[in-house]
């Protein structure tokens, strides 16, 4: 079975200022990767997904992630957030179009 | 979220009572899905639908019953409802999934 962890509860920082959301998967089968963003009272919404190809997937609101089959990884990226970007983020390892979730990581963007 | 309704959007219930949470989409896909979501515990996926007529369970399908009647709609019932099925409940629909509803706050008292 696969799992996924996400290795921080809680990212604080500042406007404008770069931030990585890390995420480390375990499978023994190839697999596909989400991520996924959820504001306060609201469902998720896809922020982007590593089906195959290039290991550099370009999302919605401009993140990035980075597939890392050797390191198991799948690391979230946007090089200067916004205010509007707090919200909670979710990774998701997908074996067979069944996915799992992370516990998430709620991103905190302070003024 | 387009495409994905859910209702009702929020329902109290005593121990031991039943409801259905519903759930359609109007985008055609085959793949349908019910999580919980809980402080901490991220989404756990408690039923599927590969396609029209067929559910496999998840990860915590216990306490719940489905029902995929139509391409449209995937049911979620609570036969007798416990205190630990208080959560937040969300449908998805497609391969992913990509498409989530608003979810069902859902409190048993």
């Known amino acids: 079975a696969q799992s996924v962890t996400q290795l921080d509860s809680q990212v604080p920082v500042f406007e404008e200022a770069p931030v990585e959301l890390r995420c480390n998967y375990s499978s023994s089968v190839s697999v596909y990767l989400f991520w996924y963003v959820q504001y306060p009272n609201q469902g998720l919404q896809l922020l982007l997904k590593y089906l195959s190809g290039s290991t550099l997937v370009k999302g919605i609101n401009g993140f990035e992630a980075e597939f890392n089959k050797s390191q198991t990884s799948f690391h979230l990226r946007k090089p200067s957030v916004h205010i509007s970007d707090t919200a909670e983020y979710f990774c998701?390892?997908?074996?067979?179009?069944?996915?799992?979730f992370g516990r998430g990581t709620s991103l905190i963007v302070h003024p | 979220n387009a495409g994905v309704t859910q209702t009702p959007k929020f329902q109290v219930l005593k121990t031991g009572q039943s409801m259905t949470l519903q759930c359609a989409q109007d985008m055609n896909h085959n793949s349908m899905y019910w999580y919980r979501q809980d402080p901490g515990m991220g989404l756990r996926l408690i039923y599927y639908s590969a396609s029209e007529g067929t559910t496999d369970k998840g990860e915590v399908p216990n306490g719940y019953n489905v029902s995929r009647l139509n391409k449209r709609e995937f049911s979620l019932r609570l036969e007798s409802a416990a205190p630990s099925q208080t959560s937040v409940y969300f449908c998805?629909?497609?391969?992913?999934?990509?498409?989530f509803g608003d979810g069902t706050r859902l409190s048993i008292l």
């Open positions: 998805a629909s497609s391969e992913g999934p990509k498409h």
């Open positions: 998701a390892v997908s074996v067979n179009y069944i996915p799992t």
